[in-house]
């Protein structure tokens, strides 16, 4: 199975800083890697797919980059409702593992 | 408009059964794949199950193989998921997701899962 850890588990921060979150598969994954945005009691939303294709709707402060073992989603200037936990997950082979989670804090 | 709308949680005693539903509507349901992915209280999210567009293929992550079994009806537009054999750490908030070439672009509410006795 890949194994999909990502960095930090916890991350505090304030509006407008630019954080970097960064997702490192167990095997090369090619470009097959979703990020996810979670709030408490919520769904997952789909943020990123395809390691970089910005959802529609998504604000353009999000990004994705990277291939084969090492991503990172990139969030340019935090606004408040960005506070939230983000998971990574890969698409390149069954079972499709996520990350652990960031929680992204105040 | 995409809905994804899961019902069938609730108690159940270890050893127990249960069968989730997840009702889809604003899409072509027999075009997609779809997938379960559950979520431990307090834990990250776990991949569980997923099923091609045809029905052709299922898979399974490990934990759940022999026990859990997904299915759809595409005459109803619904996903299920019939668990079987239930322990404690099936215990979650269960939730349906359309697949977007591999990852999941819409997503249910989620539907409790409690595992005790």
């Known amino acids: 199975d890949i194994q999909l850890t990502q960095s930090p588990s916890f991350l505090s921060a304030s509006v407008g800083d630019r954080v970097t979150i960064t997702c490192r598969a167990s095997?090369?994954?090619?470009?097959?890697l979703a990020w996810y945005q979670q709030k408490p009691g919520k769904a997952p939303k789909l943020l990123i797919s395809?390691?970089?294709t910005l959802q529609s709707g998504v604000p353009s402060r999000f990004s994705g980059s990277g291939s084969g073992t090492e991503f990172t989603l990139t969030i340019s200037s935090l606004q408040p409702e960005d506070f939230a936990t983000y998971y990574c997950?890969?698409?390149?082979?069954?079972?499709?593992?996520f990350g652990q989670g960031t929680k992204l804090e105040i | 408009e995409v809905q994804l709308v899961e019902s069938g949680g609730g108690l159940v005693q270890p050893g127990g059964s249960l069968r989730l539903s997840c009702a889809a509507s604003?899409?072509?349901?027999?075009?997609?794949?779809m997938t379960w992915v559950r979520q431990a209280p307090g834990k990250g999210l776990e991949w569980v199950a997923s099923?091609?567009?045809?029905?052709?293929?299922?898979y399974y992550v490990d934990s759940v193989k022999g026990r859990f079994t997904i299915s759809r009806d595409d005459a109803e537009n619904s996903l299920h998921l019939q668990m079987n054999s239930l322990r404690a750490e099936d215990t979650a908030v269960y939730y349906c997701?359309?697949?977007?070439?591999?990852?999941?672009?819409?997503w249910g509410q989620g539907t409790l899962v409690t595992v005790s006795s």
């Open positions: 997701a359309r697949d977007f070439y591999g990852s999941g672009d819409y």
């Open positions: 604003g899409f072509t349901f027999s075009n997609y794949g």
């Open positions: 099923i091609k567009q045809d029905g052709s293929e299922k």
């Open positions: 095997q090369g994954i090619s470009s097959y």
């Open positions: 395809a390691a970089s």
């Open positions: 997950q890969q698409f390149n082979s069954y079972p499709r593992t």
